[in-house]
Antibody, heavy 121, light 107 residues
Framework: EVQLVESGGGLVQPGGSLRLSCAVSGFTFSNYWMNWVRQAPGKGLEWVANIKQDGSEKHYVDFVKGQFTISRDNAKNSLYLQMNSLRVEDTAVYYC??????????????WGQGTLVTVSS | DIQMTQSPSSLSASVGDRVTITCRASQDIKQYLAWFQQKPGKAPKSLIYLASSLQSGVPSRFSGSGFGTDFTLTIISLQPEDFATYYCQQYYSYPLTFGGGTRVEIE
């Protein structure tokens, strides 16, 4: 069974940093693109970033470029999102999402349960 | 960026109804369109990819169609567990973008 379990969320002050983790199991992690998608309270879904199977390619939504960094450790079956200079508007549930096992990004199929990040003073 | 526009933003329907949700892309995305279902307090669930292919385990009452800029998600014979919010998403180009969502409520 495919499982994605996020951790690392919590309350942080504006300007602070947080590192999210996603531990995966049930599939060969190194074969898949991986994504982070977020959802602000009461709002819709927003794609944040993704990373290719070997980490050689990363893409970000414009408003997090230079602020967030996606990475992965295939030996540990883990995905990460380093979030710096956090703003109130970064408050959201952050989901770890599996992409495709193809060369190109492809569709999402499996989602984690999400981890809540709250940025507030 | 490719804008994804869903309509309606919400609808009321009864069990057994046929429901159609529309998603329009601001430019041609070929067939690189996915649909997701989300229930309150839960993570989204992937329903459809490549505009019309069902993800494994998704009931056949769900179907998708479209190509280019106009797409639809249809649920024939709406079931109680189908009351949820539905999102479309394009994965043709970066940044990957979602529609604003369609909330399907009980009439």
């Amino acid at each position: 069974e495919v499982q994605l379990v996020e951790s690392g969320g919590g309350l942080v002050q504006p300007g602070g940093s947080l590192r999210l983790s996603c531990a995966v199991s049930g599939f060969t992690f190194s074969n898949y693109w991986m994504n982070w998608v977020r959802q602000a309270p009461g709002k819709g879904l927003e794609w944040v970033a993704n990373i290719k199977q070997d980490g050689s390619e990363k893409h970000y939504v414009d408003f997090v470029k230079g602020q967030f960094t996606i990475s992965r450790d295939n030996a540990k079956n883990s995905l990460y999102l380093q979030m710096n200079s956090l703003r109130v508007e970064d408050t959201a549930v952050y989901y770890c999402v599996r992409g495709s096992n193809a060369r190109n990004v492809g569709p999402f199929d499996s989602w984690g349960q999400g981890t809540l990040v709250t940025v507030s003073s | 960026d490719i804008q994804m526009t869903q309509s309606p933003s919400s609808l009321s329907a009864s069990v057994g109804d046929r429901v159609t949700i529309t998603c329009r892309a601001s430019q041609d995305i070929k067939q690189y369109l996915a649909w997701f279902q989300q229930k309150p307090g839960k993570a989204p669930k992937s329903l459809i990819y490549l505009a019309s292919s069902l993800q494994s385990g998704v009931p056949s009452r769900f179907s998708g169609s479209g190509f280019g800029t106009d797409f639809t998600l249809t649920i024939i014979s709406l079931q109680p567990e189908d009351f949820a919010t539905y999102y479309c998403q394009q994965y043709y180009s970066y940044p990957l973008t979602f529609g604003g969502g369609t909330r399907v409520e009980i009439e």
